[in-house]
């Protein structure tokens, strides 16, 4: 079982609807929860991140963890046609962490 | 600015050769990362360094090598044993590696053999 799990995609959906990504994860050490947003033929770059279980928000973007299922989601709230990439899961032990990533969700929002 | 500057953008290599991928950071960050990124794999980790001087091996090290002579350099060489060499390679850096941290990436180098 890898250590991250994430839909590939890809993922379609019209302007202005509520995306919904989501990863799992088997190691229950992971305390940080990161997204990366990767664009096309660009290197990733950390959208948001979580610390332990609940929720964050960031204008359009929040962040969920459930713990005690190991599920971890990214909402998009009004999507646009700019927010079409890639999305990385990215959880962390916090303790001489190296970055494991899922594979990532593509997107691609449509006019 | 600062940054990660991963140099060439794009890289072809003949059967049986190494190439050297270069990857150059003035963040003052003391931890390096090479990943390969394949279509439907997401990113896997080759190698990383915590520090000058030392490196570990990722899930995926079978075939390249590094080398950590300098705090700001990082660079990834591909080596002929490498059987299946094609891909995005992207190089990242962080502060540490303890607790959060964020990782900056470079733009990539997309090799290709041929």
């Known amino acids: 079982q890898k250590e991250v799990e994430q839909d590939p995609g890809p993922l379609s959906v019209p302007e202005g609807a509520i995306v919904s990504l989501n990863c799992t994860y088997s190691?229950?050490?992971?305390?940080?929860f990161m997204w990366y947003r990767q664009y096309s033929r660009k290197g990733p770059e950390l959208l948001m991140y979580?610390?332990?279980?609940g929720n964050k928000e960031d204008g359009r973007f929040t962040a969920q963890v459930d713990k005690s299922s190991k599920y971890i989601s990214l909402f998009i709230r009004d999507s646009q046609p700019s927010d079409s990439a890639t999305y990385l899961c990215?959880?962390?032990?916090?303790?001489?962490?190296?970055?494991?990533f899922g594979t990532g969700t593509r997107l691609q929002v449509t006019l | 600015d600062g940054g990660i500057t991963q140099s060439p953008k794009y890289l072809f290599r003949k059967e049986g050769q190494n190439v050297t991928l270069s990857c150059e950071q003035n963040?003052?960050?003391?931890?390096m990362y090479w990943y390969r990124q394949d279509p439907g794999q997401g990113l896997r980790l080759i190698y990383y360094?915590?520090?000058?001087?030392?490196?570990q091996k990722g899930d995926i090290a079978e075939g390249y090598s590094v080398s950590r002579e300098k705090k700001e350099s990082f660079p990834l060489t591909v080596t002929s044993a490498q059987k299946n060499p094609t891909a995005f390679y992207l190089c990242?850096?962080?502060?540490?590696?303890?607790?959060?941290?964020?990782?900056?990436f470079g733009q990539g180098t997309r090799l290709t053999v041929v």
């Open positions: 990242a850096s962080s502060i540490d590696m303890s607790g959060y941290t964020e990782a900056f």
């Open positions: 190691n229950s050490a992971f305390q940080y």
């Open positions: 979580t610390y332990s279980s």
């Open positions: 990215a959880p962390l032990t916090g303790t001489a962490s190296k970055l494991t």
């Open positions: 963040l003052n960050h003391d931890a």
């Open positions: 360094s915590q520090i000058v001087n030392d490196f």
